[in-house]
């Protein structure tokens, strides 16, 4: 009796999945052929005029069996259905943009018929949620099957027609489509020329992808996210757009993406096109596969733009998020490496504001070797972007600035050695043969590795261009590297705006000194960063040598020092303080005088002033009081404070 039930439910499943698949049918020349004798629901997109509708199967059909139709007609509209054939007493379908009619039919035996059974009902929306599975679909609506041997090519009619149904989708909010994976099976394969997965429904599109994609095939994009516009055409943006992609999924290859003549500025994993509203890319990842190290194609020169990027945004673009993704960028040697994500334009336009946040972009490099660079980890031309808690590593340029407002705050960079057009840094400033000023830029609190064996400099202007940086705010950035590089590749200027504080730095830890602004170095405003204090109280007598402080780097300091009464005495002399160091320059002692001597018969008496110490790093700074006299009386009785400064980096 079990056996019995058992065998009924799993012969009710399979009717039902037989009654409710809804499978994509492509028009071939006018003609839409329905495969009766494996499916009983069918989604055809009208996007031509339908001549003939034919109804067909291997096997002879059932008496009485009822199959289903769904008529979508595209964004455009206006496409005539004709049934003809065996067909009787067909539906009218509506031919308004975006109707959805259902037509049903019931199969005569006798006749050799199908005969409508209803339908016509219309609408301009159907169900919003699909689905790609590498298992039968015929137990799920809106599902197609693909193959996930990384062999078979997923490309091909049906799965034109399955995005053709999402992307006609004008029901509420916009269609969901989640890629299944599976333990057992290995990867999607997409490998026919110009196959492209096309998230274009006008008003948006969800991807929710916990697959793997094989970008095998020679095409602009593996991904399109949003419809196809004219790059730098600035046009009205859509009252509500929104695209997402999320997930734990992964894009593997991508080697055979380029440009072509499809008339985008750029390629990519995934490309975004202009003219969309909003995008947010979340969590998937990169990879490469058949022994490249990563995704995408190479370029032989480090700092060169590549064919194609993992994620290339183009422009114009009103905003966007790419947070969470892991970028495995292919490079196979020192001077040959491929890029990772590229937002080139916008701040002409004022556009492209996007945010790169807790991203990953790397490569296979080497730390103080001969391992493999990428070229350009992160390149932003847009406007007022960031990057915010990225980690990048082993590029010749980890980051390419050539927008405008960009704020780069608390990422982990290392070049890993690799450089690029002659400037060893970890931001590049500066299009490739541009002089175009790149203004408003703030570095705040990046831990870097920025000496032997990673990079040289923080920051530099690209080598390829003759950029100007104007308002820069270069704060609390830390290297971590033992070799303490430079905060700035050569000596370049900043143009302050009217407002304050313009070009400034300060609070930088362990880099070697900027060089103080110069006519040669106009602009930039050093920052006062307090080192240390050391005070002294209840003195009598004059101070033999005492140690104020060791110097934390190799660099300048401003010491300034007080020396003050602290009872009354009569005719007294309060001493004077006098620093001791050795030179950075000479390598001699210096014993400069901070304070004069100065009669006193009065609490309170303040004397004061500064000296400058340039020291190596470690370097005591000493200091001793002279020409103190008790006076008649009460003895005089002062306190000594010393406080340390540094400027700029």
């Given at each position: 009796?079990?056996?019995?039930?058992?065998?009924?439910?799993?012969?009710?499943?399979?009717?039902?999945?037989?009654?409710?698949?809804?499978?994509?049918?492509?028009?071939?020349?006018?003609?839409?052929?329905?495969?009766?004798?494996?499916?009983?629901?069918?989604?055809?997109?009208?996007?031509?005029?339908?001549?003939?509708?034919?109804?067909?199967?291997?096997?002879?059909?059932?008496?009485?069996?009822?199959?289903?139709?769904?008529?979508?007609?595209?964004?455009?509209?206006?496409?005539?259905?004709?049934?003809?054939?065996?067909?009787?007493?067909?539906?009218?379908?509506?031919?308004?943009?975006?109707?959805?009619?259902?037509?049903?039919?019931?199969?005569?035996?006798?006749?050799?018929?199908?005969?409508?059974?209803?339908?016509?009902?219309?609408?301009?929306?159907?169900?919003?949620?699909?689905?790609?599975?590498?298992?039968?679909?015929?137990?799920?609506?809106?599902?197609?099957?693909?193959?996930?041997?990384?062999?078979?090519?997923?490309?091909?009619?049906?799965?034109?027609?399955?995005?053709?149904?999402?992307?006609?989708?004008?029901?509420?909010?916009?269609?969901?489509?989640?890629?299944?994976?599976?333990?057992?099976?290995?990867?999607?394969?997409?490998?026919?020329?110009?196959?492209?997965?096309?998230?274009?429904?006008?008003?948006?599109?969800?991807?929710?992808?916990?697959?793997?994609?094989?970008?095998?095939?020679?095409?602009?994009?593996?991904?399109?996210?949003?419809?196809?516009?004219?790059?730098?055409?600035?046009?009205?943006?859509?009252?509500?757009?929104?695209?997402?992609?999320?997930?734990?999924?992964?894009?593997?290859?991508?080697?055979?993406?380029?440009?072509?003549?499809?008339?985008?500025?750029?390629?990519?994993?995934?490309?975004?096109?202009?003219?969309?509203?909003?995008?947010?890319?979340?969590?998937?990842?990169?990879?490469?596969?058949?022994?490249?190290?990563?995704?995408?194609?190479?370029?032989?020169?480090?700092?060169?733009?590549?064919?194609?990027?993992?994620?290339?945004?183009?422009?114009?673009?009103?905003?966007?998020?790419?947070?969470?993704?892991?970028?495995?960028?292919?490079?196979?040697?020192?001077?040959?490496?491929?890029?990772?994500?590229?937002?080139?334009?916008?701040?002409?336009?004022?556009?492209?504001?996007?945010?790169?946040?807790?991203?990953?972009?790397?490569?296979?490099?080497?730390?103080?070797?001969?391992?493999?660079?990428?070229?350009?980890?992160?390149?932003?031309?847009?406007?007022?972007?960031?990057?915010?808690?990225?980690?990048?590593?082993?590029?010749?340029?980890?980051?390419?600035?050539?927008?405008?407002?960009?704020?780069?705050?608390?990422?982990?960079?290392?070049?890993?050695?690799?450089?690029?057009?002659?400037?060893?840094?970890?931001?590049?400033?500066?299009?490739?043969?541009?002089?175009?000023?790149?203004?408003?830029?703030?570095?705040?609190?990046?831990?870097?590795?920025?000496?032997?064996?990673?990079?040289?400099?923080?920051?530099?202007?690209?080598?390829?261009?003759?950029?100007?940086?104007?308002?820069?705010?270069?704060?609390?950035?830390?290297?971590?590297?033992?070799?303490?590089?430079?905060?700035?590749?050569?000596?370049?200027?900043?143009?302050?705006?009217?407002?304050?504080?313009?070009?400034?730095?300060?609070?930088?830890?362990?880099?070697?000194?900027?060089?103080?602004?110069?006519?040669?170095?106009?602009?930039?405003?050093?920052?006062?960063?307090?080192?240390?204090?050391?005070?002294?109280?209840?003195?009598?007598?004059n101070i033999g040598s005492t140690l104020a402080l060791n110097a934390t780097a190799t660099r300048t300091y401003r010491v300034e020092c007080q020396v003050i009464s602290t009872n009354t005495p009569t005719g007294a002399t309060l001493p004077a303080l006098n620093l001791s160091y050795t030179d950075l320059n000479s390598g001699a002692t210096a014993t400069p005088a901070c304070t004069s001597t100065a009669s006193t018969s009065a609490n309170g008496t303040v004397v004061s002033g500064f000296a400058l110490v340039t020291i190596t790093s470690g370097g005591a700074i000493n200091f001793t009081?002279?020409?103190?006299?008790?006076?008649?009386?009460?003895?005089?009785?002062?306190?000594?404070?010393?406080?340390?400064?540094?400027?700029?980096?």
């Amino acid at each position: 009796m079990k056996t019995k039930i058992l065998f009924f439910s799993l012969l009710i499943m399979a009717i039902g999945g037989s009654l409710f698949a809804q499978v994509p049918t492509p028009i071939v020349a006018g003609v839409v052929t329905a495969d009766v004798g494996r499916n009983s629901n069918f989604k055809i997109i009208v996007n031509q005029n339908v001549t003939s509708v034919v109804l067909s199967s291997s096997t002879s059909p059932t008496g009485g069996q009822v199959v289903t139709l769904f008529f979508t007609e595209n964004a455009t509209g206006g496409f005539s259905v004709s049934f003809g054939g065996n067909i009787s007493n067909p539906c009218t379908v509506n031919t308004a943009a975006s109707a959805t009619t259902n037509c049903q039919f019931q199969y005569d035996a006798t006749s050799n018929t199908w005969f409508g059974a209803g339908g016509g009902n219309s609408s301009g929306s159907a169900s919003a949620i699909f689905s790609i599975s590498n298992t039968n679909c015929s137990l799920a609506a809106n599902c197609l099957q693909w193959i996930d041997d990384d062999s078979t090519d997923n490309c091909g009619a049906a799965t034109t027609a399955f995005f053709a149904v999402m992307n006609a989708y004008a029901g509420p909010g916009v269609p969901q489509l989640t890629i299944y994976g599976s333990s057992s099976g290995k990867a999607y394969k997409l490998a026919a020329p110009n196959c492209v997965l096309p998230l274009t429904n006008i008003h948006g599109f969800a991807l929710h992808h916990w697959a793997t994609i094989h970008c095998a095939q020679a095409a602009p994009s593996c991904v399109q996210v949003g419809p196809v516009n004219t790059p730098g055409v600035l046009l009205t943006f859509p009252s509500f757009q929104s695209y997402s992609i999320d997930g734990n999924g992964v894009f593997v290859d991508g080697t055979n993406l380029a440009v072509g003549s499809s008339g985008q500025t750029g390629a990519g994993g995934i490309y975004v096109e202009p003219m969309v509203l909003n995008f947010r890319i979340n969590g998937v990842k990169f990879w490469g596969t058949g022994g490249a190290p990563g995704f995408g194609p190479t370029v032989a020169t480090l700092g060169n733009n590549c064919n194609a990027w993992s994620i290339y945004i183009d422009y114009p673009v009103a905003d966007g998020t790419v947070e969470n993704v892991y970028d495995a960028v292919n490079a196979t040697s020192s001077t040959v490496g491929g890029c990772g994500m590229a937002n080139p334009n916008g701040s002409t336009t004022g556009s492209n504001t996007i945010d790169f946040i807790n991203d990953t972009v790397g490569t296979a490099g080497f730390v103080g070797g001969t391992g493999n660079c990428g070229s350009i980890g992160i390149l932003d031309g847009g406007s007022y972007g960031s990057q915010v808690h990225t980690l990048k590593y082993g590029f010749g340029m980890n980051s390419r600035l050539q927008g405008v407002g960009h704020r780069l705050i608390a990422n982990e960079e290392d070049a890993a050695n690799c450089s690029a057009k002659g400037v060893s840094a970890i931001y590049h400033v500066g299009a490739n043969g541009s002089s175009a000023v790149i203004p408003q830029v703030l570095f705040s609190n990046n831990i870097v590795q920025v000496g032997s064996g990673h990079t040289t400099n923080f920051i530099g202007i690209a080598g390829d261009s003759t950029a100007t940086m104007l308002d820069y705010q270069i704060t609390g950035n830390i290297t971590t590297s033992g070799g303490g590089g430079a905060l700035m590749a050569g000596t370049p200027s900043c143009t302050p705006h009217l407002t304050s504080p313009g070009c400034y730095v300060a609070g930088n830890q362990n880099f070697t000194s900027m060089p103080a602004p110069t006519s040669a170095v106009p602009g930039w405003a050093l920052g006062d960063s307090f080192i240390g204090i050391k005070s002294l109280t209840a003195q009598a007598a004059n101070i033999g040598s005492t140690l104020a402080l060791n110097a934390t780097a190799t660099r300048t300091y401003r010491v300034e020092c007080q020396v003050i009464s602290t009872n009354t005495p009569t005719g007294a002399t309060l001493p004077a303080l006098n620093l001791s160091y050795t030179d950075l320059n000479s390598g001699a002692t210096a014993t400069p005088a901070c304070t004069s001597t100065a009669s006193t018969s009065a609490n309170g008496t303040v004397v004061s002033g500064f000296a400058l110490v340039t020291i190596t790093s470690g370097g005591a700074i000493n200091f001793t009081t002279t020409g103190y006299a008790a006076g008649s009386g009460t003895a005089l009785q002062y306190a000594v404070n010393i406080f340390v400064h540094t400027y700029g980096p």
